[in-house]
């Protein structure tokens, strides 16, 4: 066993292996992994490196906690073992129940309950975070069963570090989560709970690799076994059940009993739901609450009264009109609303799924995980429908590669056919935001037209709160539906004094709130200016949240930014969209400094040209780091670019996460000529594409190539090379390459010549492009694209012999 050994000004280091005696107290941290790449590893520990990711701050709390306690030493799964030895992995597995149980301390980081920092006080209100601890990620995984149970006292803390409780105050939450009686919480032996007990309090607990479901159990049973990865969870369980038996035979309960308990161990503890729903392909951004939406906003207190109370009355109603579809302008707050619909019915237990379209936001761009995404999110959020759900998935494994109609049917409308109608609440309610951002037309059309045959439903009403612009496509689709069945609101059209209202109210609490933390004066910027801001604002929540970001970003400038928005205000007759271009131009004007030469602003006009249009054109969205990757520019100048576009970009202290837009209205703004009218900053959206295209083709000719991942065994499937390995071999800008050149090349109207660089592309990386998707399981992926390339290749052979004929 390695431990962290904390030293002066909050640096550690690693011990030595030690043994036995040798081990001095020390901490243990409980928490759950992050992607691959940002954890902390025992290779980073030994270069030196590794400060720079997210996983950092979870061991620095860890050696920070540990030292408060008193204690020099601590632990951390991730980067006390080395996982490239696979005897001193399995080493570990196997001791890992005794590490915990033998840890003075054990701290439970939870990285998704978080603290709002307004609240805090010495004693923080469970008021604040007891609905979080209840959902938090940490208790579904498989191997925080036993870091719950192994040690003596166990802390959980917040994202923040705020002390929540103890495994003893907070037991009667635990118990309630977990399921996990009070005798085995309170470090009763195991042996007095039965086998098949102990099994159902993993049977809903998830691993990232799938031979950890059983590995994770080891400790729970007092077992030991070697491991091998690559077998699969059910050789892994049927080896777990076998050395459960070999024990029992040695323990004073007779060994018939023991049997008779093996026999009756239900099946779902090895192949249960989870396992099923797993197999569906998910877009995990789609709800409402997914970890990269948790700082997204929902309406403030006393502000959209008469509209939410509508819907909420919509919603709670028995008629016929199952399908609410709130449409607006861009910018008129429609995403806002849907959030704070869907976190009212989660908390009430009825939100049955949630979908949050974005464009060029990857599987959240396009209908192609929509219903699989939704029905995972029924099964986990309505019970009832669970079974039905996993029989359809085991009856035809491939359903989520038929159509959507067949999709919608079989995962969807069939479970809740069969629901009988007091096996659950009376009505589940969808929440389906910006319809409009779908990719494709056809599909949106295909979605409404299904989503009204929920009309049809008996025993359970299902109930579509639906936001979109109000967009052809959308218009069409309803005007299908009989208009007894759903019920429209036109979010522009509410009375500009509510709005205004509202608008002030949202201005006055984030100005307020950027007073105080530049420690302006108490009545700072002052009534009338606010009401001035209301004006320019001119019906749009999107000015006003743009406005107050850029304001916000401004730190120590925050009222010279201020006076930049209000100097030449135009008049409350002009068109919305004129005062929303103005607050972009603003914005886009003030990244540009007055003390450059001309030749340099050329320069960086031409950058942010470059940057922000394939930002906006990116077909899913990437870090500044792979964005520079992909772009062949240095990081540095990627975020030097973007240092003053945070009031209208999502860019995270964590730059390994990707860039977001704030609001899809920018993407219009800045590929809109008569709107961007200053051509510096102006994106031709097939040019954006075409730099794209050829970003992707460099990067592809210049870094694929034959056994890119370093694979030796021949015959070895994609499934069982582990996903940190692709994703080490083919980064996140690779990945994106592959997958999207030949779609970037399509939107930028290319043609094709003999010779060209595709041509030659082709040529010599072909066979090297289809393994590297191969790696990513996307092969089907690389097969839609040479179709299209064919069809490609088509067009411009036609439009040669046009010419030359």
Known sequence: MRLLEHRNAGEFSLTKELVGDDIPPYAILSHTWGADDEEVTFKDLVEGTGKSKTGYNKIRFCGQQAAIDGLQFFWVDTCCIDKSSSAELSEAINSMFRWYRDAAKCYVYLSDVSIPTFDKNDKVSPFLWDSAFRKSRWFTRGWTLQELIAPASVEFFSMQGDRLGDKNSLEQ?????????????????????????????????????????????????????????????????????????????????????????????????????????????????????????????????????????????????????????????AGTGKSTIARTIARRYFEQGRLGASFFFSRGGGDVGHAGKFFTSIAVQLANNAPPLQRGICDTIAERNDIADQSLRDQWHQLIFRPLLKLSGNSCPS???????????????????????????????????????????????????????????????????????????????????????????????????????????????????????????????????????????????????????????KIYMTVLKQSVSSDHTDEEKEYVFKMLRQILGSIVVLLSPLSTKALGGLLHVAKQDVDQALEDFHAILDIPEDHSRPLRLHHPSFRDFLLDKDRCDDPNFWVDQKQAHQTLADSCIRLLSTVLKENICGVDTPGTLATDVHRSQVERYLPPELQYACLYWVRHLRKSGARLHDNDHVHQFLQERLLYWLEALGWMQKISEGIVAIISLESITLVSIFLWHTRNH
Request: a neutral charge; charged letters at 25%; glycine letters at 4%.
């Open 427 to 581: 009505s589940y309610i969808l929440v389906i935001d910006a319809l409009d951002e779908c990719n494709n037309d056809s599909n949106i059309r295909i979605i409404l037209q299904l989503l009204a045959e929920a009309r049809s439903l008996k025993t359970v009403r299902l109930r579509v709160f639906l936001t979109s612009r109000p967009e052809i496509p959308i218009r069409h689709g309803f005007y299908r539906i009989p208009e007894a069945e759903h019920q429209d609101f036109v979010l522009h059209n509410i009375s500009p004094s509510i709005t205004d209202h509202d608008i002030y109210a949202y201005l006055q609490y984030n100005l307020r709130l950027i007073g105080q933390e530049r420690s302006l004066d108490a009545g700072w910027p002052g009534e009338q200016t606010i009401k001035r801001l209301v004006q320019n604002a001119s019906g749009l929540f999107i000015w006003a949240a743009t406005a107050c970001r850029f304001v916000r970003e401004g730190k120590q400038l925050a009222t010279k930014r201020l006076a930049m928005i209000l100097v030449g205000s135009v008049g409350s007759a002009t068109a919305p969209e004129k005062h929303l271009n």
């Open 173 to 329: 939450q635990v118990h309630e989560i977990t399921g996990i009686a009070f005798q085995a919480l309170q470090r009763s032996p195991l042996s007095e709970f039965s086998i098949i007990e102990r099994m159902s309090w993993a049977q809903n607990r998830r691993t990232k690799r799938e031979e950890d479901r059983a590995y994770s159990l080891l400790g729970i049973f007092d077992i030991h076994m070697p491991l091998i990865y690559g077998e699969g969870e059910k050789k892994a369980f049927n080896r777990v059940n076998e050395e459960i038996n070999k024990s029992s035979k040695n323990k004073s309960l007779a060994p018939g009993k023991q049997d008779s308990q093996l026999d009756k161990l239900p099946q779902p503890a090895f192949n249960g739901p989870d396992i099923l729903l797993n197999r569906l392909p998910t877009a995990a951004e789609a709800p409402f609450n997914s970890y990269n939406r948790q700082h997204e906003p929902t309406c403030l207190p006393d502000t959209r009264v008469d509209l939410l109370q509508e819907i909420y009355n919509w919603a709670d109603r028995h008629d016929e009109r199952f399908i609410f579809w709130l449409n607006g302008l």
